[in-house]
């Protein structure tokens, strides 16, 4: 998964009716309170999958890191909606051709200039086949994509980038979509400098930015160091000295941490710690919905799970034998909403009653009786096992996939196992070489708010967070018309209706939506959480 985050100078027309509605905030002040400046802030994470590269970091380890030390045209405020960065204008008449003027004067962390070029070379670079960036499907839609992200292709530069001088590039689109500038402050969209592409692999490890961070110091499994940059002049300036995340293989270990003032600030509570956390921190804590769900990942390669009838009636037999609530309960006390369809019902246009989204309901003689159908297409013997992966250094995945192959055990007479990784770097890597044996648990934080950013990622054919390898032309066909929408209400409409495909197909089983349940020590002061559940990091100030 992959998460991100007016001058509104951005001009989004219609689109900008599909920003969050407010959500999740924590502490007493914002950024610019009083508080010690210099404090450096501790807070956890895991462990990035990939070096640092715009365009190849799609989880969140390297996620929370990105967004920091790296900054686009806009980048979205505590409530979703967008703030311009780099662009002092994105401005179109048609929804297809876009003219960006950049912000004059600015620069890279090494004094090297922020340039048109720098994101159109940047963006060509994350489109193209031979690089094999994880977040190549985010360029689709700019008119070339296709010549550039086939294999074999000669061809390195989309046909619709244009570099008009130092400070304007233009964008054309292969069809109209309304709400391509929300998606312009999604780590995918960031520049680079020259130096970037002259070892792309050694970047990654020493990445030069341009956002309120610079990274100084990555070692790896154990913390990754952020110092602030001074040449900043962005909306996100740092008001403490710097961020140091410290890798945990443990949220138990974390928590422990925090309650002893020696972490921060921590965005998972662990289920151990759910019933008490509150009482423990008092208004040091928060629980708050945010744009996130969970969902577990059957991969269309599997046997017995190919797309087609066995396998959609087997994956919906799964579905139906999970009593997600019952889980909710015992797991997280309570803490998720069951879920209802793929997105997060913080987001502007979402639909609870979607056709097709009681396969969601726990039904154990439905789930058997699908089982049996699939059965009759192609026996499921009896030695046959079922594994669900997870990693262990996430709060609550080994309790919550052992609930559910308890589930499967008895709800459908299989042997169901749960197959632990170290690491969410172990299991994303397995996943992403589609190397997988078995399901696996997954989830989406958003990139930017919109319906589409838990759909065309996800299940669009080859789009690079596509884990299950699922590919629908109905399905892609539908996504495409809902982008081409000009008013926002039809456009979410659509993605509703292809949520129905989803249903019949299930690429991914939902199983609830997210909520933020964290917490912060007693050590620091102005903290808050974002649209989508992520610490406003630069914002933290000591006491």
Not at 56 to 78: H, K, Q
Not at 239 to 256: E, R
Request: aromatic fraction near 10%.
């Amino acid at each position: 998964m992959r998460y991100s985050h007016a001058s509104k100078a951005v001009v989004l027309s219609a689109a900008l009716a599909l920003t969050l509605s407010a959500c999740g905030g924590g502490s007493n002040e914002t950024a610019g309170g009083e508080g010690d400046g210099s404090y450096i802030v501790t807070a956890n994470t895991t462990e990035p999958q990939n070096g640092l590269l715009p365009a190849n970091t799609n989880e969140v380890g390297g996620g929370r890191v990105m967004d920091l030390i790296f900054t686009g045209l806009v980048s979205y405020d505590a409530t979703g909606a967008p703030v311009n960065e780099l662009a002092e204008s994105i401005e179109t008449e048609d929804s297809q051709n876009y003219t960006i003027k950049l912000k004059a004067d600015q620069t890279f962390s090494d004094g090297s200039p922020v340039t048109a070029a720098s994101f159109v070379d940047a963006w060509n670079f994350g489109a193209a086949a031979k690089n094999a960036q994880l977040n190549s499907y985010f360029f689709e839609s700019i008119k070339g994509f296709d010549e550039v992200n086939k294999e074999g292709s000669k061809k390195d530069e989309m046909e619709g980038l244009k570099v008009v001088d130092d400070t304007t590039f233009t964008v054309e689109l292969s069809q109209p979509e309304s709400d391509f500038p929300l998606r312009l402050g999604y780590t995918a969209f960031m520049p680079l400098p020259e130096a970037a592409f002259e070892d792309p692999k050694a970047f990654g490890e020493k990445p030069v930015g341009n956002g309120p961070y610079t990274l100084t110091e990555w070692n790896h499994d154990v913390n990754l160091k952020l110092d602030v940059n001074e040449s900043y002049e962005g909306p996100r300036k740092a008001a403490n000295g710097g961020i140091d995340f410290k890798v945990y293989q443990s949220t138990d270990s974390a928590y422990n941490d925090l309650l002893s003032n020696n972490l921060d600030v921590l965005d998972q509570i662990p289920p151990s710690s759910l019933a008490s956390y509150e009482t423990d921190l008092g208004d040091r804590s928060i629980n708050s919905p945010y744009a996130g769900n969970a969902t577990i990942t059957i991969p269309g390669y599997l046997d017995h799970f190919k797309q087609g009838e066995e396998g959609n009636l087997r994956r919906a037999a799964i579905s139906r034998a999970i009593d997600r609530q019952l889980i909710i309960d015992k797991v997280y006390s309570g803490g998720k909403v069951k879920a209802d369809d793929f997105t997060a019902p913080v987001l502007e246009g979402y639909k609870a009653d979607i056709p097709g989204k009681e396969v969601t309901d726990f039904d154990a003689d439905a789930a058997k009786k699908l089982w049996e159908e699939a059965d009759a297409i192609s026996e499921w013997k009896s030695g046959d096992e079922f594994s669900i992966g997870y990693n262990v250094d996430g709060a609550g995945n080994k309790e919550y996939v052992e609930a559910v192959v308890n589930q499967l055990k008895s709800n459908l007479g299989i042997n169901a196992v749960a197959k632990p990784f170290s690491s969410f770097k172990e299991l994303r890597e397995k996943v992403t070489s589609h190397k997988m044996t078995g399901a696996f648990r997954t989830g989406w934080q958003a990139d930017y708010p919109s319906l589409y950013n838990f759909l065309g990622p996800l299940f669009g054919t080859g789009a690079g967070s596509n884990d299950g390898q699922y590919s629908s032309e109905e399905f892609d066909k539908k996504l495409s018309e809902g982008l081409a929408a000009t008013d926002p209400a039809e456009g979410a409409k659509i993605f509703n209706e292809a949520q129905e495909i989803l249903f019949k197909d299930l690429p991914a089983i939902p199983l609830w939506y997210q909520a933020v349940q964290g917490g912060w020590s007693e050590n620091v002061d102005n903290v808050e959480f974002g649209w989508n559940g992520v610490p406003l990091y630069n914002e933290i100030t000591g006491k």
